[in-house]
């Protein structure tokens, strides 16, 4: 059963910084292709980032330039490093996977697994 574990939000405050990860375990496949997407309260979710298997990666507006993402295959895990964090950045933060690894995937759509989300406030 493959499962999908976010930690490291906290609170904290404008221009702080967090470091977001989400443990994969259960997954089969070596590489994955993952994604980080956020929903603020009574907001859309929106998509933040993306990693494929071979570490290309992207970013919305959203994250473009304040954010980075990485994984370590080996481990299976997925990092957000957020920098200079504005509190328009609070919401819920979820990591998502999927075992086409040759996709870098941008839609949420296109994921299989979800995580549970971890919750980022980030105060004026």
């Known amino acids: 059963q493959v499962q999908l574990v976010e930690s490291g939000g906290g609170s904290v405050q404008s221009g702080g910084s967090l470091r977001l990860s989400c443990a994969v375990s259960?997954?089969?496949?070596?590489?994955?292709?993952m994604g980080w997407f956020r929903q603020a309260a009574g907001k859309e979710r929106e998509g933040v980032a993306a990693?494929?298997?071979?570490?290309?990666?992207t970013y919305t507006d959203s994250g473009n330039g304040r954010f980075t993402v990485s994984q370590d295959n080996a481990k299976k895990v997925l990092y957000l490093q957020m920098n200079s964090l504005k509190p328009e950045d609070t919401a819920m933060y979820y990591c998502?996977?999927?075992?086409?690894?040759?996709?870098?995937?941008?839609?949420?759509?296109?994921?299989?697994?979800w995580g549970q989300g971890t919750q980022v406030t980030v105060s004026s």
């Open positions: 998502a996977a999927d075992s086409r690894w040759w996709f870098l995937l941008r839609d949420g759509e296109e994921y299989t697994y």
């Open positions: 990693i494929d298997g071979y570490e290309t990666t």
């Open positions: 259960g997954f089969t496949p070596s590489r994955v292709s």
